[in-house]
């Protein structure tokens, strides 16, 4: 098994599964002129969000870490009229490229580019008392990840649902020695998890044109 195979069978995915909307792929063509880096959700992980929204009639969803705006895009395909999104995006260049990104799929009055470092930009979004948010993606910086969730719970309701990137980084997250920051975040993440009781979670180790890594979901429970 290889990457090869994993990206052959990533693109059979997806020519069948997900939409052909020319916006996707504009994104990712001005993303890359603009040089960002090519750290995007893939196009099969972008429809499971989606389907996630779908499934859990997502009306508001906060996204932590837009980049270019294309796992926002997925986001917004799923969204119902009048349904509306906060990405929240530490540097401006990268919410420039993805306000472009967004206005060109038609997004530009459902979503709101929040410019920041999340946990600057979190605490001033919850002193607005907004409505609770239904879907929240976790993907911005991963040793980060932990305060992220304490957020999504604070901002959630009963029946949210928290998805977080790249909680399995090649298999690195399970060396416990490890002096990478970012595994760190991911394993003091899991270990919230475990012992969160408001929480139902799983984490699934996924292959494809991404390499090996994987998502968390967890539901708000009580
Ligand atoms: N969700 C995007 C990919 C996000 S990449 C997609 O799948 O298309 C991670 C992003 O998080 C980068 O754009 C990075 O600038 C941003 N980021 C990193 N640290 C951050 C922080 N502290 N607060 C907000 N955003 C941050
Ligand atoms: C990387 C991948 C991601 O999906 C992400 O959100 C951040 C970084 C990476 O491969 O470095
Ligand atoms: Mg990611």
Known sequence: ?????????????????????????EALKASAA??????SVAPNQGKMLSV???LTGARRILEIGTLGGYSTLWLGWALPLGGHIVTLEADPKHAEVARANIARAG???????RVGKALETLPKLAAENPPAFDMFF???DKASIPEYFQWALKLGRKGSLIVVDNVVRGGKIIDAASADANVQGVRRFYDMLA???RVSATAIQTV???GYDGFALAVVVG
């Open 195 to 197: 012992a969160e009781p």
């Open 208 to 210: 494809g044109s991404k």
């Open 34 to 39: 603009a040089g960002l880096p090519s750290i």
């Open 138 to 140: 976790i993907d911005a």
């Open 1 to 25: 098994m290889s990457q090869d195979l994993w990206t052959d069978v990533d693109r059979y995915i997806t020519d069948r599964l997900a939409p052909r909307d020319d916006f996707f792929e």
């Open 107 to 113: 997004l530009a009055d459902s979503v709101e580019i």
């Open 52 to 54: 996630l929204a779908t």
